[in-house]
């Protein structure tokens, strides 16, 4: 069950860490979550290979309200494409001031789990709409 105004606390968590602390803490923070609280979602993306990466972020996002996202796979990808982020469309229409770094914590937080199950892992994009691109080391 989803809890989108969960995306206040993260929006909060994100921005008192990047005033207090800085933003080489604030990625730290971001990569640290991949390496420690997504452990588990990289052993079993190493284990199920790309069909497991499908369907957790299929499963993730049909769970996310407000967003308007496709995930795909092909050959030695899958390709997420977020044309409506559902957290910074929760944040938006309740009128919050989103922190500027926000849409950067996918990147880290990604690429941590990605590296740590032997695929790659690619970002373009941000603001509410992106591209991301798993994939196997080959097909990277």
Same mark, same amino acid.
């Given at each position: 069950?989803?809890?989108?105004? $969960? ?5 909060? *968590? $994100? @921005?008192?860490?990047?005033? *207090?602390? +800085? ?14 609280? $997504?452990?588990?979602?990289?052993? @079993?993306?190493?284990? +199920? ?10 499963? $993730? ?7 308007? /996202?496709?995930?795909?796979? *092909? %050959? ?15 944040? @938006?229409?309740? !009128?919050?001031? #989103? ?9 880290? /937080?990604?690429? /941590? #789990?990605?590296?740590?199950? !032997? ?5 373009? !994009?941000? %603001? %509410? ?9 080959? %097909?990277?």
């Amino acid at each position: 069950m989803a809890a989108p105004d $969960f995306y206040y606390a993260v929006n909060a *968590t $994100f @921005r008192f860490l990047h005033e *207090t602390y +800085g933003e080489e803490a604030l990625i730290a923070y971001w990569e640290a979550m991949g390496e420690e609280h $997504f452990a588990e979602l990289s052993q @079993r993306f190493q284990a +199920g290979g790309l069909e497991a990466v499908e369907a957790y972020w299929r499963d $993730f996002f049909a769970e996310e309200p407000g967003g308007e /996202v496709e995930v795909n796979r *092909t %050959g030695s990808q899958v390709q997420i494409a977020v044309s409506h982020c559902p957290a910074i469309h929760h944040l @938006r229409s309740n !009128g919050r001031d #989103i922190m500027p770094l926000y849409c950067r914590h996918c990147h880290h /937080v990604s690429s /941590v #789990i990605a590296r740590k199950a !032997g695929l790659g892992f690619e970002l373009e !994009g941000g %603001g %509410g709409s992106c591209h991301q691109v798993f994939s196997t080391k080959e %097909g990277g």
